[in-house]
């Protein structure tokens, strides 16, 4: 049933891996008589892409300012756009001190994180908070987000994902093809 639906050969030997592992411990443990050989699939070779400065500045220049923005964290520091990036509360910029903070237990490996801003990231994220706080006046509702849609019907929630506005970016700036994950790569 694992080959109907379209699982990578990665996925598949993982798990193959996991098989063999617990026939050896049976094996081990006198459980089992024999271990059986289980041959693994070939996998695909790891996605190499990377960003040179200049295709990741042409492919910023095609976003919103506020993407823009969410874009330059996510090459500066590696973080991943979507559990990361985009899930940023305001509370965890401070400008003043020139620090961005994840909390423990919000990232992949649960650790927290705390990065020092260069000063382009700092302005980038002062003008951003400053587009909240206009949106937050104009909606009457405090909005917790940094990176909150600005416009239509989703005005003031918090922005999951822009694949669409990537892959339109990418192609207008030469480089279609590339995946937001690249950038947590290049950094």
């Not at 996998?43 to 400065?53: L, Q, Y």
């Not at 874009?71 to 990036?85: H, K």
Request: with cysteine; charged share 30%.
């Amino acid at each position: 049933t694992k080959l109907e639906r379209p699982t990578s050969n990665r996925t598949i030997n993982i798990e193959l891996s996991l098989v063999k592992r617990m026939l050896r411990l049976g094996y081990e443990n006198g459980k089992v008589l024999r271990v059986p050989p289980i041959k693994m699939l070939r996998e695909a070779s790891p996605r190499e892409g990377f960003f040179e400065p200049g295709q990741h500045e042409a492919v910023r220049r095609h976003l919103p300012d506020d993407l823009q923005v969410a874009v330059a964290i996510a090459y500066t520091f590696g973080w991943r756009v979507r559990s990361e990036v985009l899930t940023l509360r305001r509370h965890q910029v401070d400008l003043k001190a020139g620090t961005l903070r994840l909390e423990p237990g919000t990232t992949k490996n649960r650790e927290g994180r705390l990065v020092y801003l260069t000063p382009e990231l700092r302005a980038l994220l002062g003008q951003q908070l400053v587009r909240v706080d206009r949106l937050s006046k104009q909606t009457g509702r405090i909005i917790p987000w940094v990176f909150p849609h600005l416009r239509g019907r989703r005005r003031g929630e918090r922005r999951r994902g822009f694949r669409q506005g990537w892959a339109t970016a990418c192609l207008k700036a030469g480089v279609p093809g590339r995946i937001l994950h690249d950038l947590r790569r290049t950094a």
